[in-house]
């Protein structure tokens, strides 16, 4: 018997004769020996794969951007940070930095205020939803590459639809994917219209977890007003969906890589030349493998900056819940 | 309260309107890439506009899209592709979540940690040495080239392992005195009660994949491996433009498949794709 | 079948002791509850039995066998789990027949599609099927063989665990809190019918559960636990009537038994300042602790009382009532007693009443909790009959 002996006189017999307060029951503990080398074998096949095609190549690139390496060269120097000294002076990395910043600038607050509106508004009522959620999602789940051709059709500055429409009205539409000061936006234009829909049902799950009672309360309290109701509830109880949902569309269109591949190729000039697109023809047009490696760093530490925000952003949404 | 009543019907209209205009606006893609596929090459080319066709010219697009390209060979290229990935990366995940979930075992905390840090690399960055690699493999320009990278998601592999860690461990110690080895366990019991994530994993991961345009740009320059994203690049270089009509007909039969599956099961897809949420 | 020994099982995870010096022998076709609160170690020594869990140190023999890594399938032991445990994704059928395909079919002959080709193939899975026709029909499953777990009750899942442990004739049947998940009324139900499978089958039973009824009721020997020792192995009618330490006295039996601050002098017992005479001596003088079993006490005079004092709460629960009573020494816990309803039916809270008990039903413990014996054969020497006589005659008083 492990625990001390009970004192006899002045302590009441329940107390005398309590248990030990309950432990839980240690329940997987250190495994036996079999069970060990059972997960070792388990997880080796996608460790291994993990080492040699996420983990050991990404180490590669960062050693790479060290390098004035090409590809087929036979030999490679170790330069230092000279990459990245060149990015700082290169005019066409400077303005895919800038254009990659101003793109999320556009297609962030735009596509998450508009999301939420839809799904606010799908959420209002009652006529409609399902064919209205499908019909703003379609985009995310159709190929943005055929997609992105479609909208070359449509923007086409004397065939496209979109031309045609403004003509209608009386005004001369603009050349969209080759005027340098418009292009960007029109690339921002499509990436909304393709985030959309799945901005919205990130927050069409937020407004179902809100509780209806919390309605019914702020209706007591004299919320009567669909917009007082706005304010009280839903925007305060939506507020951790919204910052999450801004921090995964700043991550997802800081990608942006397809429609510039397939409508501008970043150009006219460089006016709609991004970040990804400027690593890919780097290292894969012009085979500059090492200074393609140093601008993949660039793109990874700004992505890995806005995961932080994110997993910081998701831990919020943990706590508030 | 019939005032009310004509308020509340007057916000609906409201409604209905705005959602109504902004889905015209969504949709209009789409529906002008149907209405363009079906039309002749002198009406689209005509000042107007007018979404039904006078002139019914579909047969002749289609059959351009399906005879100037390999257009089925994309599509089965997408397929094989697809389900390649599929087929490794939850052979790889599958166990390895399990062992991280259910099996204390050495070394078990520094691969979720290489999970986790997996997570916040985007698939972009190790291109580079795997480019290099592949080439002096010579796969550049093969199956293997597109699969292989793609073999391993940390993401499924953090998944599975969250959902796993659901599973009770008395349903597989019950697996153990009946007499299931780790193995068995694993594909019997673990993953029939872990449909639900596996399935939303594989509408996440062929979506992702058949839509790739990054990776396949950079390995294939072989038309015939082409995945459908990267054959209607090659479709739309080669037309140079002129022939919307087929080219929209390209457009449609590469778009129509993921299409097609969204609007049969939309919630499971719609599951799936949200999945990424997580991953960013 | 065959008998389980343990040998000074021990079990430790990093610097915690789970399990320290376990002996227990049970014998071929006997049923064994391993009773203790939770945390006591109970079901981790469980698994170390089936082998889902090996002892750090010690013996464990399942006939003749020596074991410690073998795995559960190679022990041929059955379990049955506290949440059932049953595969959600196969039918009653497949859960019943998949043990017995893990053990008679080949690995090759599981396979999906081309196992059905094997040579025997057909011989072994119809001598399957037969077997769960018979467990089925045993435990009254047949009708629900197509349903999916998730279909059936609480009852049902119960049976459909059980019979998935019995259907390869285990050389033990090891049970872990299988009653737990069952609301009161089904549980004794549940009982009875696993009472009735021991009795039908004779399988070597093993029944972890922290509930005292299902261990009193079933079980031929109780093995009691707590924190990681067996503190006693005894039929269930011995252990409640002969604890050998307050611990024992006092997670058996409810009301629990009544623990008093005593002294002991001779043959004398002091509570505060009243007192009995023992029938026999006692091995020790000085302070004890004196256990009273609720339904030893006896209303009694007041100068012939063991404890009085004022009347705190009655409970009427039908074919008997608890009397509580703080006792009018401020150094003593409020006193249970359990009796006949018509016996009290004179009192009301707040009278004032003595308690006192035969002196034979006394349960001394010494101040660390240890069972102070009576010594009964010395007794009947050394101790004159007549002290004896008018005390017995006092405590009936």
Redesign the interface.
């Known amino acids: 018997m492990a625990d001390p002996a009970p004192a006899i006189s002045a302590v009441p017999a329940k107390q005398v004769l309590k248990q030990a307060a309950p432990r839980n029951e240690p329940s997987g503990g250190k495994a036996r020996l079999r069970d060990r080398l059972a997960g070792i074998a388990l997880a080796t096949p996608a460790t291994a794969l993990m080492l040699a095609l996420l983990i050991g190549p990404t180490l590669a690139v960062g050693f790479l951007s060290l390098t004035d390496w090409g590809f087929g060269a036979r030999s490679f120097a170790f330069i230092g940070l000279d990459n990245y000294a060149e990015m700082a002076g290169d005019p066409v990395f400077r303005r895919s930095l800038i254009n990659t910043l101003v793109y999320v600038g556009v297609v962030m607050p735009v596509s998450v205020a508009l999301a939420l509106a839809v799904a606010l508004l799908i959420q209002g009522g009652r006529f409609g939803r399902t064919f209205f959620r499908t019909a703003y999602f379609l985009p995310v789940a159709s190929t943005l590459v055929a997609m992105a051709t479609v909208w070359q059709f449509m923007l086409h500055p004397n065939l496209g639809l979109v031309n045609e429409m403004l003509r209608l009205v009386g005004l001369a539409g603009p050349n969209w994917l080759t005027d340098r000061g418009l292009v960007l936006f029109t690339l921002a234009g499509i990436g909304i219209w393709e985030t959309i829909g799945y901005n919205m049902i990130l927050f069409l799950a937020g407004l179902m977890a809100i509780p209806g009672h919390l309605y019914e309360a702020a209706e007591v309290d004299g919320a009567h007003r669909p917009l007082d109701k706005f304010l009280t509830v839903t925007w305060p109880m939506l507020g951790p969906t919204t910052l999450f949902v801004i921090v995964i569309t700043a991550i997802r269109s800081f990608r942006v890589f397809e429609s510039v591949a397939v409508l501008t190729q970043g150009g006219p000039g460089n006016a709609s030349q991004v970040l990804l697109f400027t690593m890919y023809r780097e290292s894969f047009v012009y085979f500059r493998a090492g200074y393609g490696a140093a601008l993949t760093i660039v793109f990874l530490a700004f992505i890995l900056i806005l995961t932080l925000i994110q997993i910081r952003v998701i831990d919020r949404r943990v706590h508030y819940a | 309260m019939s005032a009310r009543r004509l308020r509340m019907i007057a916000l609906e209209a409201l409604r209905i309107l705005l959602l109504g205009a902004g889905a015209v606006v969504m949709l209009a893609p789409f529906v002008w890439m149907v209405a363009t596929s079906l039309k002749s090459p002198s009406e689209i080319f005509a000042a107007g506009f007018s979404l039904w066709p006078e002139d019914f010219n579909a047969y002749a697009n289609y059959a351009r899209a399906f005879t100037e390209v390999p257009m089925l060979r994309f599509l089965l290229n997408g397929v094989i592709v697809c389900t390649g990935i599929l087929f490794f990366q939850i052979v790889t995940a599958v166990p390895c979540a399990y062992a991280l979930a259910k099996l204390g075992f050495r070394g078990g905390t520094i691969v979720f940690g290489m999970v986790l840090v997996g997570l916040m690399i985007p698939s972009h960055v190790p291109a580079i040495p795997l480019y290099l690699a592949f080439a002096n493999l010579g796969l550049l320009n093969t199956y293997w080239a597109l699969i292989i990278p793609s073999a391993v998601s940390v993401f499924a592999i953090f998944l599975f392992r969250q959902f796993f860690r659901s599973v009770p461990d008395d349903l597989i110690n019950a697996a153990r005195v009946d007499g299931l080895s780790e193995f068995s366990i694993v594909w019997r019991i673990v993953v029939p009660t872990a449909w639900p994530a596996i399935t939303a994993f594989s509408i996440f991961s062929v979506v992702a994949n058949w839509n790739d345009l990054f990776w396949p740009l950079i390995v294939l320059t072989d038309t015939a491996l082409a995945t459908p994203p990267l054959g209607i690049l090659f479709f739309r270089d080669q037309e140079a433009g002129s022939d919307y009509g087929a080219l929209m007909a390209g457009t449609t039969i590469i778009t129509a498949p993921l299409v097609i599956v969204f609007l049969l099961a939309q919630r499971r897809f719609i599951e799936g794709i949200t999945l990424s949420g997580v991953k960013g | 079948m065959a008998a389980v020994t343990l040998q000074g099982i021990a079990k430790h ?2 610097a ?1 002791q ?1 399990l320290s010096g376990i002996d227990l022998e049970v014998a071929d076709g006997e049923f064994v509850a391993l009773l203790g ?3 006591c ?1 109970k ?2 020594l469980l ?1 170390i039995i ?5 002892q750090s140190a010690g013996a464990l023999h399942i006939g003749s066998r020596a074991l410690r ?1 073998e ?3 190679e022990r041929n ?3 049955v ?9 196969m039918s009653v059928y497949e859960n019943l027949a ?2 017995l395909a ?2 008679d079919l080949a690995a090759w002959q599981r396979l999906p599609l081309i196992g059905r080709f094997t040579p025997g193939y057909r011989r072994r899975r119809a001598a399957i099927d037969r077997r769960v026709r018979e467990t089925a029909r045993m435990l009254g499953l047949e009708v629900l063989l197509a349903r999916k777990p998730a279909q059936l009750s609480g009852v049902q899942k119960q049976r459909v665990a059980v019979g ?2 019995l259907i390869r004739h285990p050389d033990v049947f090891l049970l872990d809190e299988p009653l737990s998940n069952l609301d009161a009324k089904l549980r004794g139900q549940m009982r009875e019918e696993i009472v009735a499978v021991h009795a039908r089958t004779g399988v070597t039973t093993i029944y972890v559960t922290h509930d005292q009824i299902e261990a009193m009721t079933m079980a031929d020997r109780v093995a009691l636990m ?2 990681g ?1 067996i ?1 006693q192995v005894a039929p269930p009618r011995e252990i409640y009537a002969d604890p050998v ?3 024992v006295a ?2 058996i039996g409810s009301p ?6 005593a002294r002991l002098e001779g043959a004398r017992l002091e509570i505060g300042t009243r007192g009995v005479t023992l029938p026999n001596a006692v091995a020790m003088t000085g ?3 004196c256990g009273i079993r609720p339904e030893a006490l006896q209303i009694a005079d007041s100068d012939a009382a063991l404890v009085a004092g004022r009347i705190t709460r009655i409970e009427f629960l039908g074919a008997e009532a608890i009397l509580s009573l703080a006792p009018d020494l401020p ?1 003593l ?2 006193v249970q007693m359990r009796c006949h309803p018509e016996d009290i039916d004179h009192l009301a809270t707040g009278d004032t009443i003595g308690l006192t008990a035969r002196p034979e039903a006394l349960l001394l413990f010494d ?3 240890a069972r102070i014996r009576f010594q009964k054969a010395r007794a009947t020497r050394d101790q004159p009959l007549p002290a004896f006589l008018p005390l017995r005659s006092e405590g009936h008083g």
């Open positions: 995870y990093d915690h789970a609160p939770s945390g170690g079901s981790t698994k089936a082998g889902l869990d090996a890594h795995r559960p399938s032991i059955a379990m789990f506290q949440s059932y445990a049953l595969y959600p994704h998949l043990p893990m053990r998935r442990a707590m924190d020792v503190q330490n307050l611990r006092g997670f629990p038994i009544n623990a008093l601050a302070r004890c602790i150094d816990p409020v101040p660390d909790g």
